[in-house]
């Protein structure tokens, strides 16, 4: 049987809204069929028209809303183009509610996956906003003039944008000091289209603890035109930038840089802290970008690592060793693996800036690394893992629960992988102990981080 949607595009449907999808869309289901609707919570009714009936699902968009959710809070007009642009696409929703529903999205998934785990209240924020340290602006042409802003959602067009919200207002600003340089001195903004013009992106690093701010030009072109001009304009401005740099991308891709960043000004790095180590950051590694609510992040983890002082530790995914210094303060050795080499370049520099000793860093992917450190026979005493969003390798599980550590912390950011990976330590012994703890990191987004704990049985 040709199964088909019960609706056409164009069509206008009545319903209320029964579910958040984990994106935080509205599921509004017409018989079994679900389409998906922005801007719209459990419980309200709405009218909306569909705008695509795909096979199985499909998206519509709300016309007008005949019942409101206690869980909405206004948004301004003008604030409405932070949803359009993917910014803030929670933000719609009371911050009490985003926190709600992170918990119960990392709920569900367990309960589907028929898993007995309870998941603690979600940490948030005092002041979920302006809380970014770092910012990727793509600059382009908008009705003949060089823009600074964000895609509109699902594509490559500008919206050009001053306040974004949940950056630190420093990025904000200098932003708009970039941008008016850029016009000042002509340079051309680049063109997806026909890979032409020169200003792909601007991306700016704000330290939290620090004054100190990074700012990158990526460009399509091997030079950057008018280097000296846009330096002395930045510097004249903003004085607390520190660094300045170059980074070619002349491919046709969606990934922001290119492998070769150049400093132009000052340092190649800047510095911030973290839980009291300093850090030097360079403009291609990878540092947390909430700084406030890191520090949450990483204590609940070295408190459920329970650490002595002689503890041998694994710390995968290291990044710049923001974990691995943060642990070597309570234990005894700290291993740490990342697979970007300048950034175990940073993490070697971080451990010395703080007079840490006892903790050395690997440049290789963590699953070849840790198969590697079990058969040299290393007997830690507790993993900490914090992977990408696509979770942990099965090969890695294999090897770290063959080293047999007492416990394994894991840090993710990507619940469905969470529990998925929960299953794969099950079938080798280690079950989850304690609650799982989602930290709000990315308010205002339906991003989820948390912290979770397993011991050997
Ligand atoms: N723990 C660090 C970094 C976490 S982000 C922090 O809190 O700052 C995840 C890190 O994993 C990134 O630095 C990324 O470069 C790295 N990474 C991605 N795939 C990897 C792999 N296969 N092996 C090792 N590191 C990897």
Redo the contacts with the bound molecule.
Sequence with gaps: MKISAPVTKNQTIEGTIEDLTYEGLGVLKVDRYPLFVADALPGETIKAVVTKAGKNFGYARCLERETTSPDRVEVKKEDRRLAQAGIAPLQHMTYAAQLVFKQHQIESLLAKAKLDIEVSETLGMEKPYQYRNKAQIPVRLVNGQLETGFYRQHSHDLVPLEDYYIQDARIDQAIIVVRDLLREYGLAPYNEADQSGIIRNIMVRQGYYSDDMMIGFITNSKTLPHAQDLIKGITAQLPHVKSIVHNVNNRATNVIMGPVTKTIYGEDVIFDKLLGNQFAISAQ????VNPQQ?EK??QIAIDKAQLSDRDVVI??????????LAMARHAGDVFG????SD?VADAKRNAKLNHLDNVEFVA??????MSKWQEMGMKPDVI?V???R?GL?ET?IESATQMAPKRVVY?S?NPSTLVRDIQRFAERGYHVVGPIQPVDQFPQTPHIESVTLLERD
């Design positions: 590694s990878f540092y947390q890191t992040l990483y710390d995968a995914y290291c990044g710049i060793g923001t974990i691995s693996v990342e697979v970007v950034a290789n992917k963590a699953e070849y690394q900490v914090d992977p990408p696509k390798d890695l840090v950011c």
